[in-house]
């Protein structure tokens, strides 16, 4: 199982020592919900490499493969494609990801992934297309549920990643993780992964680690976000806050 944490406020290099330490497997750069530029996702992809760190970088909805090129080019083993709706959109989602044949994505030289050795070329379209350019599709609406199985059929999607803020939001139930609609489309994504042999991923549930334990433990799921650098810092100040006013002169 694999444990991420997001990072989406910080662009210090210092974040993803201390995510190591902490003993996640692997940072989720945000470049959708956040402020970050692609040169910062870069440099924090590139840290993480050299610390034994896997970095994931998920990218605005529909930014254009121009854009994914730039975030795999900058050290990213895998991108998370917000919104998949449909068969379609995952498979261009692995277009713009791979290497011919599995895709169009254009070759350069000199890539943060090999420490920018020389390595032949036709090593590096082999070993990236391989290992370095995970497909993450992000399960976030009521069609995608309906479309999970043609999703997670598409040879080049690895993960199945559900998004639980926004899928609750357009359900109608926001945050209410134990509602029996939320509970029915994990087993409906679980479902379609176990049958397709694909990963389910789970995010946004952050604060209900009963929830957590059953999806992973009951249907399966092995890539857990697990929180962002920005609520791990607020959560921790504020318990600090909290126990200095709790103090008596």
Same mark, same amino acid.
């Given at each position: 199982?694999?444990?991420?944490? /997001?990072? !989406?406020?910080?662009?210090? @290099?210092?974040?993803?020592?201390?995510?190591?330490?902490?003993?996640?497997?692997? &940072?989720?750069?945000?470049?959708?919900?956040?402020?970050?530029?692609?040169?910062?996702?870069?440099?924090?992809?590139?840290?993480?490499?050299?610390?034994?760190?896997?970095?994931?970088?998920?990218?605005?909805? =529909?930014?254009?493969?121009?854009?994914?090129? %730039?975030?795999?080019?900058?050290?990213?083993?895998?991108?998370?494609?917000?919104?998949?709706?449909?068969? /379609?959109?995952?498979?261009?989602?692995?277009?713009?990801? !791979?290497?011919?044949?599995?895709?169009?994505?254009?070759?350069?030289?000199?890539?943060?992934?090999?420490?920018?050795?020389?390595?032949?070329? !036709?090593?590096?379209? @082999?070993?990236?297309?391989? *290992?370095? @350019?995970?497909?993450?599709? $992000? &399960?976030?609406?009521?069609?995608?549920? %309906? =479309?999970?199985?043609?999703?997670?059929?598409?040879?080049?999607?690895?993960?199945?990643?559900?998004?639980?803020?926004?899928?609750?939001?357009?359900?109608?139930?926001?945050?209410?993780?134990?509602?029996?609609?939320?509970?029915?489309?994990?087993? /409906?994504?679980?479902?379609?992964?176990?049958?397709?042999? #694909?990963?389910?991923?789970?995010?946004?549930?952050?604060? #209900?680690?009963?929830?957590?334990?059953? *999806?992973?433990?009951?249907?399966?799921?092995?890539?857990?976000?697990?929180?962002?650098? $920005?609520?791990?810092?607020?959560?921790?100040? =504020? !318990? =600090?806050?909290?126990?200095? %006013?709790?103090?008596?002169?």
């Amino acid at each position: 199982m694999s444990q991420a944490v /997001a990072i !989406k406020t910080t662009a210090a @290099s210092e974040v993803v020592l201390l995510a190591r330490a902490a003993g996640y497997d692997s &940072i989720f750069v945000d470049l959708e919900h956040s402020t970050l530029a692609i040169h910062d996702a870069s440099s924090l992809c590139t840290t993480a490499l050299l610390a034994g760190v896997t970095p994931f970088v998920r990218v605005p909805h =529909n930014c254009g493969s121009g854009f994914v090129q %730039r975030v795999l080019d900058g050290g990213a083993v895998g991108v998370v494609y917000p919104h998949v709706n449909t068969e /379609a959109e995952a498979r261009e989602a692995v277009t713009v990801t !791979k290497f011919p044949p599995s895709g169009t994505r254009s070759l350069t030289a000199a890539l943060p992934h090999f420490l920018y050795e020389r390595v032949d070329a !036709k090593e590096v379209v @082999s070993q990236i297309n391989e *290992t370095g @350019s995970t497909v993450f599709a $992000m &399960i976030e609406t009521s069609e995608a549920v %309906r =479309n999970a199985h043609a999703i997670a059929s598409v040879p080049g999607v690895d993960v199945l990643l559900l998004g639980a803020n926004d899928l609750s939001l357009e359900l109608g139930i926001l945050g209410e993780w134990e509602n029996p609609d939320f509970q029915d489309v994990l087993r /409906a994504v679980s479902e379609a992964c176990r049958a397709n042999g #694909k990963i389910f991923g789970i995010s946004g549930i952050y604060t #209900k680690p009963d929830i957590v334990q059953a *999806t992973v433990r009951d249907l399966g799921a092995r890539y857990i976000l697990g929180h962002s650098d $920005m609520g791990l810092l607020s959560m921790a100040m =504020n !318990k =600090n806050a909290e126990m200095l %006013r709790e103090l008596q002169p």
